[in-house]
């Protein structure tokens, strides 16, 4: 049997991502970042959708040349279905449903974040520490999402353990570096000067939410961060006295708050991994990509004994290979393909990853 083409789409924020995969292979992967959302300090809905419109046809057809794939050899079609901007989302699925009704290809809906936990999957081939095993737990952290899944095997939905309550890790590092006057996105920007400053120069709130009763909490929460830096400026002085303030610190500001936030998404990994006995850990989405944060996770993994999977930073931000990596992993599905999938199929802004019913349950012990 030849090995199946994926061509993989993926439209769920202010990136337009197209790439293919040919029997597990990445064969290509491109991906066009909107700029346009810089001058609002965000991402802007109506933007997003209307840029992704655009970029959708000419991102697809850059991936399928770079692959040098034509479009009747896809097997099949995969698409992120949810969770996103809904606008955002259907640009992506319209252009899929369409494309695989017409070649007769299978059409496969992902979710974004088991698009991310299946970014580690990639280029197994090169990495030193192997293959992954089960049961694997794994942080997503990102500008919109912070979870902590344990997926006890393969192609079983993963357990909740914790979440955050109000800002995503990567919701953090934006609306901290606007306090900073940094550009949109505040992730690139404060890891890149934070290279520079001393993390030690102001201990900012290291908050962890508490679970009630003696059930353990792997819950998260970042908006305590984003008020203890707006103080910390406010009490430096008048305006002139903040900007000279930033002007000579602001490297150091940076690399305090990176500090900050890493060490909390570190200390919960591993206290949910020393509980639920995991000896494999994933650590994917765009706040992946931070240097200090991978850093101090590869030192606890060592430290601790244990495997620790994380993606290229090109593969941890919103990306096409990691759907197509999703999709590949789920080639046994038996859900239908070809015309009737593609009329069927539909966008789900709010879609949950974890198993239902099954959110924030205490892990059961390792076993002795």
């Given amino acids: 049997m030849p090995e199946a083409t994926i061509l993989g789409i993926e439209t769920s924020c202010d990136d337009t991502c197209a790439a293919v995969m040919t029997g597990g292979r990445l064969r290509s992967s491109v991906t066009s970042t909107q700029t346009e959302h810089a001058d609002f300090g965000g991402v802007v809905p109506e933007v997003a959708s209307r840029a992704h419109q655009r970029l959708i046809a000419p991102v697809v057809e850059a991936a399928l040349r770079e692959a040098g794939v034509a479009a009747d050899d896809l097997d099949t079609v995969a698409v992120t279905r949810g969770p996103g901007l809904s606008g955002a989302l259907l640009v992506g699925l319209s252009y899929a449903k369409a494309l695989a009704f017409g070649l007769g290809a299978r059409l496969v809906g992902v979710d974004h974040l088991d698009g991310h936990l299946a970014s580690i999957f990639l280029e197994e081939d090169s990495r030193e520490n192997g293959r992954p095993a089960w049961p694997l737990l794994g942080l997503i952290a990102s500008g919109g999402h912070t979870q902590l899944l344990l997926a006890p095997e393969a192609g079983a939905a993963p357990r909740l353990l914790g979440q955050t309550r109000d800002d995503a890790a990567g ?198």
């Fill in 171 to 368: 919701e953090a590092f934006d609306k901290t570096a606007r306090l900073l006057d940094l550009p949109y996105p505040g992730g690139p920007e404060i890891g890149q000067r934070a290279a520079e400053g001393d993390p030690a120069f102001h201990r900012f709130p290291r908050s962890r939410p508490g679970g009630g009763g003696d059930a353990p909490s792997y819950d998260f929460s970042f908006s305590g961060l984003k008020t203890a830096v707006l103080y910390h400026l406010r009490d430096v002085g008048d305006e002139t006295e903040r900007a000279a303030y930033l002007d000579r610190h602001r490297a150091d500001l940076c690399a305090a708050i990176q500090e900050a936030i890493a060490e909390v998404l570190v200390n919960v990994l591993f206290e949910a991994a020393e509980d639920t006995g995991s000896a494999d850990l994933a650590l994917v989405g765009g706040v992946a990509a931070n240097r200090r944060l991978r850093a101090m996770a590869r030192q606890r993994a060592k430290a601790t004994g244990r495997r620790l999977f994380v993606p290229r930073p090109e593969y941890c931000t919103d990306n096409a290979a990691m759907i197509c990596a999703a999709a590949h992993r789920r080639r046994h599905d038996p859900s239908p393909g070809g015309a009737e999938r593609a009329l069927t199929l539909d966008a789900d802004p709010g879609l949950t990853l974890a198993a239902a019913g099954t959110q924030k349950q205490r892990p059961a012990p390792p076993a002795r």
